[in-house]
């Protein structure tokens, strides 16, 4: 998982709370046995909207990896 310009090691199971304003993305690496399936994002306390609409994309942003 990238977290604005670090990587942080994740796997089945792992819990990661991430500040207001980071920047995160994620991938699996390319030989792991395993596609990415399943990725739960929940941020705040209070109901979210049926299409969350607070984040935006940044194609500029180069990966961290």
């Known amino acids: 998982m990238g977290l604005d310009g670090d990587i942080v090691d994740v796997g089945p199971g792992s819990v ?3 500040g ?3 920047w995160r993305t994620w ?3 390319p030989d792991s046995p395993e596609q990415l399936r399943w990725l739960c994002i929940r941020a705040g306390g209070y109901p979210l909207p049926e ?3 607070d ?3 940044d194609e500029a942003r180069p990966s961290p990896w």
């Open 16 to 18: 990661v709370r991430v």
């Open 20 to 22: 207001q304003g980071v």
């Open 27 to 29: 991938r699996c690496l």
């Open 51 to 53: 299409f969350p609409d």
């Open 55 to 57: 984040s935006e994309r």
